[in-house]
């Protein structure tokens, strides 16, 4: 039986209810609200209020969570360029590389950039897994290549050479860009790693490197004279960081 | 790393329904839900360790508390709850505690809400709302009185409807 001396105090009713109440006062607390017909009525008016919002909300935490909330995406693609700090962060500019890739030119429309980054990675997956015809032109034809590419694209399109990375020119071809055409140049290295090279005019974008990465590609995009380039490859960031250094390094000259 | 994203990935369905409960809008919900993701993989590596499932928590209520912050520096409006007659009763209960919890101050709303929808230790909200936990529980036990007024009020007016 209860003893009168420890009353149960409204604390304790809560508590019960969510179970913070030590064990060995559970039995006080249950013989109180036997006998308490007011309190008693309280709790499982508690437990109601629970019960309803189960009712109401539980179905949400059943739903198949949206895309955008997968996060896989938002590693990918963060939503955060309308954060500042926050894509300085994924975005993150690879680590002591920053010296003299000084931003110039228009500040970037993040979105603009972002989709041809992604346009940029698409046509990356798709063709670097390629064995037969990853390319429309072999880099044997390096020149009729550049020459067929700047004639499209407008612009002067140089495939660079990266073969101080140990990558040689499997060639390149056409695709269409979010502005008018894009050049497309695929490198592969002595184990069979393949890296492309995806360039297209673009207002938006500026000299800044940036970092992306999704589905195990990862991408360096940077823009210069209005063109933005994506080069694509794996996800290792210091590796992709030397090679678009490289390409960077032969456009500066070449222009 | 792997670990840590595959805890913060279970808890996304726990997270839309607390956001959703908070907010009562989906796409608020689920904006801030991605706002919360988005912090957490940002900060994965300033994570030392300890509970996700609290960490995720926090970051959403505080990024609600900033929402609403500067959501109240423009003026207010709140959305219409049709009283559909034909609605079946527990339909109509749901509305009524979705209004009855809009009527409450943030932080006892969110007390509330982590306690009994999302099954938190009057600890973990303590953590969560940076207060003691005996604030919780003064927290909680208003939020409840609250509500319980609330919800009698409403309900001789929604058999009047019937």
């Given at each position: 039986?209860?003893?009168?001396?420890?009353?149960?105090?409204?604390?304790?009713?809560?508590?019960?209810?969510?179970?913070?109440?030590?064990?060995?006062?559970?039995?006080?607390?249950?013989?109180?609200?036997?006998?308490?017909?007011?309190?008693?009525e309280?709790?499982q008016?508690?437990?109601?209020?629970a019960?309803?919002?189960?009712?109401?909300?539980?179905?949400?935490?059943?739903?198949?969570?949206?895309?955008?909330?997968?996060?896989?995406?938002l590693?990918?693609?963060?939503?955060?360029?309308?954060?500042?700090?926050?894509?300085?962060?994924?975005?993150?500019?690879?680590?002591?590389?920053?010296?003299?890739?000084?931003?110039?030119?228009i500040?970037?429309?993040?979105?603009?950039?972002?989709?041809?980054?992604?346009?940029?990675?698409?046509?990356?997956?798709?063709?670097?897994?390629?064995?037969?015809?990853?390319?429309?032109?072999?880099?044997?034809?390096?020149?009729?290549?550049?020459?067929?590419?700047?004639?499209?694209?407008?612009?002067?399109?140089?495939?660079?050479?990266?073969?101080?990375?140990?990558?040689?020119?499997?060639?390149?071809?056409?695709?269409?860009?979010?502005?008018?055409?894009?050049?497309?140049?695929?490198?592969?290295?002595?184990?069979?790693?393949?890296y492309?090279?995806?360039?297209?005019?673009?207002?938006?974008?500026s000299?800044?490197?940036?970092?992306?990465?999704?589905?195990?590609s990862g991408?360096?995009?940077?823009?210069?004279?209005?063109?933005?380039?994506?080069?694509?490859?794996?996800?290792?960031?210091?590796?992709?960081?030397?090679?678009?250094?490289?390409?960077?390094?032969?456009?500066?000259?070449?222009? | 790393?792997?670990?840590?994203r595959?805890?913060?990935?279970?808890?996304?369905?726990?997270?839309?329904?607390?956001?959703?409960?908070?907010?009562?809008?989906?796409?608020?919900?689920?904006?801030?839900?991605q706002?919360?993701?988005?912090?957490?993989?940002?900060?994965?590596?300033?994570?030392?360790?300890?509970?996700?499932?609290?960490?995720?928590?926090?970051?959403?209520?505080?990024?609600?508390?900033?929402?609403?912050?500067?959501?109240?520096?423009?003026?207010?409006?709140?959305?219409?709850?049709?009283?559909?007659?034909?609605?079946?009763?527990?339909?109509?209960?749901?509305?009524?505690?979705?209004?009855?919890?809009?009527?409450?101050?943030?932080?006892?709303?969110?007390?509330?809400?982590?306690?009994?929808?999302?099954?938190?230790?009057?600890?973990?909200?303590?953590?969560?709302?940076?207060?003691?936990?005996?604030?919780?529980?003064?927290?909680?036990?208003?939020?409840?009185?609250?509500?319980?007024?609330?919800?009698?009020?409403?309900?001789?007016?929604?058999?009047?409807?019937?």
């Open positions: 039986m209860i003893d009168p001396k420890i009353p149960v105090t409204e604390d304790e009713l809560h508590a019960y209810v969510d179970n913070e109440l030590p064990a060995e006062r559970r039995g006080d607390v249950e013989a109180w609200l036997a006998t308490h017909p007011d309190c008693a309280r709790v008016g508690w437990r109601e209020m019960d309803a919002l189960h009712a109401r909300y539980d179905r949400v935490a059943d739903e198949v969570v949206p895309k955008r909330l997968e996060l896989e995406r590693v990918s693609r963060p939503r955060q360029w309308l954060y500042g700090t926050a894509a300085a962060v994924l975005a993150a500019f690879v680590g002591g590389g920053g010296v003299g890739w000084v931003a110039r030119g500040t970037a429309t993040p979105s603009a950039i972002q989709s041809l980054t992604s346009d940029a990675l698409d046509a990356h997956r798709l063709y670097v897994v390629e064995v037969r015809h990853p390319v429309e032109v072999p880099g044997s034809e390096r020149d009729h290549l550049q020459t067929w590419l700047t004639k499209r694209c407008g612009w002067d399109v140089r495939a660079p050479k990266l073969d101080a990375s140990g990558l040689k020119l499997v060639g390149g071809r056409l695709l269409p860009g979010p502005t008018g055409p894009a050049s497309f140049f695929m490198y592969e290295s002595a184990s069979g790693e393949r492309t090279l995806y360039a297209s005019r673009s207002k938006a974008g000299a800044q490197m940036r970092y992306t990465a999704a589905e195990n991408a360096m995009y940077w823009s210069e004279d209005d063109v933005s380039y994506v080069l694509s490859g794996p996800m290792d960031k210091e590796k992709l960081h030397r090679v678009a250094r490289q390409v960077y390094d032969q456009n500066e000259k070449g222009g | 790393m792997i670990a840590f595959e805890s913060v990935e279970a808890m996304i369905p726990a997270l839309r329904r607390y956001a959703r409960a908070l907010t009562r809008d989906a796409d608020i919900a689920d904006d801030l839900v706002d919360t993701l988005v912090r957490a993989l940002r900060s994965e590596r300033l994570f030392l360790g300890g509970d996700v499932r609290s960490w995720l928590y926090t970051i959403l209520t505080n990024l609600n508390k900033n929402r609403r912050r500067s959501l109240a520096r423009r003026p207010q409006f709140m959305p219409l709850l049709d009283n559909n007659p034909d609605a079946s009763g527990t339909e109509a209960e749901g509305r009524d505690i979705a209004k009855a919890m809009a009527t409450l101050v943030d932080d006892q709303r969110a007390v509330l809400l982590l306690v009994m929808l999302e099954g938190l230790s009057y600890r973990e909200v303590a953590d969560i709302q940076g207060v003691p936990i005996g604030t919780v529980m003064s927290r909680l036990a208003r939020a409840r009185a609250h509500v319980k007024a609330v919800l009698e009020g409403e309900r001789p007016a929604l058999r009047r409807v019937k």
